[in-house]
């Protein structure tokens, strides 16, 4: 298995036989709509940076998608046009069914909080989400992470967006994925706190980690302030950089 990381939460598993593009967020710089906060921090337009030069290439290997929500940064207007125009298979939570249907993508499979699904050879099963802490989380709306087992392949946990919850441990402790995605970028809006795990929770998430962990959602959209530097320090102080992976904007990992 190969981990390409593109940008943000923007990735591609590649397998055997599959290139599985996760929350495709594919806009050129400022493209995908305007700051998520104005006054916290730079209120530039989103992404904030472009997709590293080797993506095109990447993401045109495509042969699935899978979605864990529906924010802008996670399914962009260009993102839509590409699996349109290529009729991409879409896995999806069953509570995103109905609106990207509605938007003319073709989801073929569709999953629901802990029920396993098919998925090519393998299985996938939904994992809760929950994208804040405190009152934020409501109004952010409906998120699902990913555990997948596939034949032959490394099983993966895509959290998603969220915070450190009683599921995530449960995933961490019970499953024991062997390949652990989280987003690190520790966004926030102007009012509200926290939309993804804070410091502290994000050193918990990767000590109960027993596999690799990847951390993504980093540098590319504007309310998150978490640098690739910044998380190195951390998680160096608790030693724990051997366990991790933070990849640049275009660098594959290669899981032996």
């Not at 967020?25 to 904030?48: D, E, S, W």
């Not at 802990?114 to 994208?131: L, M, N, Q, V």
């Not at 952010?140 to 998603?160: C, D, H, R, W």
């Amino acid at each position: 298995m190969k981990i390409h990381h593109l940008r943000n939460a923007t990735m591609v598993i590649e397998t055997k036989n599959e290139f599985i593009l996760v929350d495709p967020m594919l806009g050129k710089k400022a493209t995908a709509g305007p700051p998520f906060t104005l006054f916290r921090f730079n209120p530039k337009r989103n992404p904030i940076l472009d997709l590293p030069s080797n993506a095109k290439e990447i993401v045109n290997k495509t042969t699935h998608c899978l979605i864990t929500h529906l924010h802008p940064d996670h399914l962009d207007k260009e993102a839509e046009t590409f699996l349109k125009l290529n009729n991409t298979p879409i896995t999806c939570s069953i509570k995103d069914e109905k609106t990207l249907k509605k938007r003319g993508l073709n989801i073929v499979n569709t999953v629901n909080y802990w029920e396993e699904s098919k998925f090519f050879d393998g299985t996938i099963r939904g994992i809760p989400a929950k994208h804040g802490y405190g009152f934020v989380s409501k109004p952010m709306g409906n998120v699902m992470g990913f555990y997948i087992q596939l034949p032959n392949e490394k099983t993966i946990y895509l959290s998603a967006d969220t915070i450190y919850t009683d599921d995530v441990a449960k995933v961490l402790k019970q499953y024991k994925p062997d390949i652990n995605v989280v987003a690190c970028g520790t966004a926030q809006l102007d009012i509200f706190k926290p939309l993804l795990m804070t410091m502290d929770d994000i050193i918990k998430f990767t000590k109960n980690a027993t596999g690799t962990v990847i951390a993504n959602h980093l540098e590319a959209v504007n309310h998150c302030p978490t640098t690739r530097e910044q998380l190195s320090k951390e998680l160096k102080k608790h030693g724990l950089m051997e366990k991790t992976k933070i990849p640049n904007d275009g660098e594959t990992i290669d899981i032996e």
